[in-house]
DNA sequence: CTGGTGGGC
DNA sequence: GCCCACCAG
């Protein structure tokens, strides 16, 4: 056997080896990724998830939602984004389904159709992307909302960027994220999906204790993250949403009002 | 990465 | 309903 020829097949059987422990990692991880009620048991910890104000909460496998039938959308939708979900490798993109765990009947993805607004997802697939059936899931139409496509695939895919970025530096984070469902909105579709008018994500980072929240107009943007930067109380007011109680008292006196919280590498 | 449309069977 | 090609920010 010639050298070139050995390193080749060398160089192929060590990156399916890298792929192969992964994977078996992932799904190590999924089993051990209790659920029962309203806390996540991830890794030994105990997370808390928001407050629901529509009493519609709904577990799947990667992540958990609040739904709000009026608005035929989750009020929030909240889930781990961990170092080891991380994953170059990426899944076509599956058709969208109704949600059936939604017992007041999810949105079809027919409202969405000629409505001039993207289906936008709450929880990217691109934070899904450790597995197939993780992937796949994250087309629940109960993880939509509309989204203008410059908004969707400008700013806002920024920000899931910079997430996923701070997953990888921070070794995980835990992310909630949803469409602010107050005032006067549009709808589209005969179910009349509500169409935000803002948008907000909060982070958690477990290990380091440190917590940060965005607050954006649905519009593009081409100013920096850090000018949509707000203190976690100021969402909560906007939603009603509690986030993360049991760690906010503590967390929320460390987060100051500026635009550039401590520890978070922009 | 984030998404869309149109045509064929 | 499903699959494919092709398109844009």
């Given at each position: 056997m010639k050298k070139r020829k050995f390193y080749g097949i060398f160089a192929i059987l060590l990156v399916f080896g890298v792929y192969g422990y992964e994977y078996y990692i992932n799904e190590q991880d999924l089993a051990e990724n209790v659920q029962e009620g309203a806390r996540v048991k991830s890794e030994g910890r105990i997370f808390y998830l928001p407050t629901s104000t529509t009493g519609q909460v709904i577990h799947h496998n990667g992540y958990s939602l609040s739904y709000s039938e009026p608005h035929e959308q989750a009020e929030w939708v909240a889930y781990e984004l961990k170092k080891s979900h991380l994953s170059r490798s990426t899944f076509e993109r599956p058709?969208?389904?109704?949600?059936?765990?939604?017992?007041?009947?999810?949105?079809?993805?027919?409202?969405?159709?000629?409505?001039?607004?993207?289906?936008?997802?709450?929880?990217?697939?691109?934070?899904?992307?450790?597995?197939?059936?993780?992937?796949?899931?994250?087309?629940?139409?109960?993880?939509?909302?509309?989204?203008?496509h410059d908004f969707n695939s400008g700013i806002w895919n920024t920000l899931e960027q910079k997430t996923r970025s701070w997953a990888r530096k921070y070794d995980g984070v835990f992310v909630v994220t949803g469409g602010v469902l107050k005032?006067?909105?549009?709808?589209?579709?005969?179910?009349?999906?509500?169409?935000?008018?803002?948008?907000?994500?909060?982070?958690?980072?477990?290990?380091?204790?440190?917590?940060?929240?965005?607050?954006?107009?649905?519009?593009?943007?081409?100013?920096?993250?850090?000018?949509?930067?707000?203190?976690?109380?100021?969402?909560?007011?906007?939603?009603?949403?509690?986030?993360?109680?049991?760690?906010?008292?503590?967390?929320?006196?460390?987060?100051?009002?500026?635009?550039?919280?401590?520890?978070w590498h922009f």
């Open positions: 058709y969208f389904e109704v949600d059936q765990a939604v017992k007041t009947g999810a949105a079809s993805w027919r409202n969405y159709k000629n409505s001039g607004y993207d289906r936008g997802h709450l929880c990217p697939a691109g934070d899904k992307n450790y597995s197939k059936e993780a992937h796949d899931e994250t087309f629940l139409t109960s993880n939509i909302t509309p989204q203008n005032g006067n909105m549009k709808t589209i579709g005969n179910e009349r999906v509500a169409v935000p008018n803002q948008f907000y994500k909060v982070i958690y980072d477990a290990k380091h204790e440190k917590m940060i929240g965005f607050l954006m107009p649905h519009k593009n943007s081409n100013a920096p993250l850090a000018n949509f930067v707000v203190p976690i109380d100021a969402i909560e007011v906007l939603t009603g949403i509690d986030f993360f109680p049991e760690l906010e008292d503590a967390l929320e006196d460390r987060l100051e009002a500026s635009n550039s919280p401590t520890g």
